[in-house]
């Protein structure tokens, strides 16, 4: 199996909290991302005491309590599933502070880290506070749910967005990629993809490659699937009769979304 592509786990961390993905700067190729999935059943707690990193915890599905000692929000998320395509409730905890997340009903929460040095306020960022965007023509359309974009100054690091790309149509292309620190034409950034699909038995296509063919990898991705970016282009497929959920998490030295089209694909955008 590619070393960029991580499949679930069940890893009970404690009763009622399990682990389904742990991506760390430790166990890949990344060194500004980390990345974890985390199921809790009603009633069940996590917590965790922030070091150098900033966190974005996600409410993927289900509701939760996110408390970082100073301040509290209680009940949020909207949505028990990702495919009723509405944005949900975040909050953003800057580095050096300790929080719990509290099950509310059952849950899947994301956290998404970086490294951090500038201690920020915690944010609840709502739903509503979601930009929403719809991208692309033809067969190429997806929408965005902007979480944490580079336009909010909200974080020191992260970057962090929701995607929904239709049945039939491709995303994150033409194929762009984030690997070079040579602003104002390109940003630096690593990146990974947490992938659901709907009806869950589907599968998506996504390659991740660079221009000297250093990485180049095409991968059968599958529900629940995390994919590992640390440099390259890396387009998402849909096949006719799924619906894709991808949540990215983005960081690198400096946090700017500046991408760089691969020249060979460019084209398709002048049709």
């Given at each position: 199996m590619s070393h960029l592509l991580r499949k679930p786990q069940a890893v009970e961390l404690s009763q009622g909290v399990k682990v389904v993905h742990e991506v760390k700067t430790s166990n890949s190729d990344l060194q500004y991302v980390e990345f974890k999935v985390i199921d809790l059943a009603p009633g069940a707690r996590y917590s965790e005491e922030l070091t150098k990193k900033e966190c974005c915890i996600v409410a993927v599905t289900g509701k939760i309590t996110v408390s970082d000692r100073d301040v509290t929000f209680e009940n949020i998320g909207t949505r028990d599933s990702?495919?009723?395509?509405?944005?949900?409730?975040?909050?953003?905890?800057?580095?050096?502070?300790?929080?719990?997340?509290?099950?509310?009903?059952?849950?899947?929460?994301?956290?998404?880290?970086?490294?951090?040095?500038?201690?920020?306020?915690?944010?609840?960022?709502?739903?509503?506070?979601?930009?929403?965007?719809?991208?692309?023509?033809?067969?190429?359309?997806?929408?965005?749910?902007?979480?944490?974009?580079?336009?909010?100054?909200?974080?020191?690091?992260?970057?962090?967005?929701?995607?929904?790309?239709?049945?039939?149509?491709?995303?994150?292309?033409?194929?762009?990629?984030?690997?070079?620190?040579?602003?104002?034409?390109?940003?630096?950034?690593?990146?990974?993809?947490?992938?659901?699909?709907?009806?869950?038995?589907?599968?998506?296509?996504?390659?991740?490659?660079?221009?000297?063919?250093?990485?180049?990898?095409?991968?059968?991705?599958?529900?629940?699937?995390?994919?590992?970016?640390?440099?390259?282009?890396?387009?998402v497929g849909v096949p006719d009769g799924y619906t894709s959920y991808y949540l990215n998490v983005m960081a690198g030295p400096v946090r700017k979304w500046k991408f760089h089209n691969d020249p060979d694909h460019e084209w398709i955008l002048e049709r």
């Open positions: 990702v495919f009723e395509k509405k944005p949900t409730d975040s909050v953003y905890v800057s580095n050096d502070r300790t929080f719990e997340v509290t099950a509310v009903t059952k849950a899947r929460i994301a956290l998404c880290y970086s490294p951090s040095e500038k201690q920020l306020p915690t944010k609840l960022i709502k739903a509503e506070d979601n930009g929403i965007e719809h991208r692309g023509k033809f067969s190429n359309k997806r929408t965005v749910h902007n979480i944490l974009p580079d336009s909010d100054p909200s974080a020191n690091s992260l970057l962090v967005v929701e995607v929904y790309t239709e049945s039939g149509n491709w995303s994150s292309y033409p194929p762009h990629k984030h690997d070079q620190d040579n602003l104002p034409e390109e940003s630096f950034l690593e990146e990974t993809y947490y992938h659901e699909l709907d009806p869950a038995q589907g599968f998506v296509f996504q390659r991740v490659y660079t221009d000297d063919r250093s990485i180049d990898e095409t991968m059968t991705v599958e529900n629940e699937n995390v994919v590992i970016v640390p440099a390259g282009y890396h387009p």
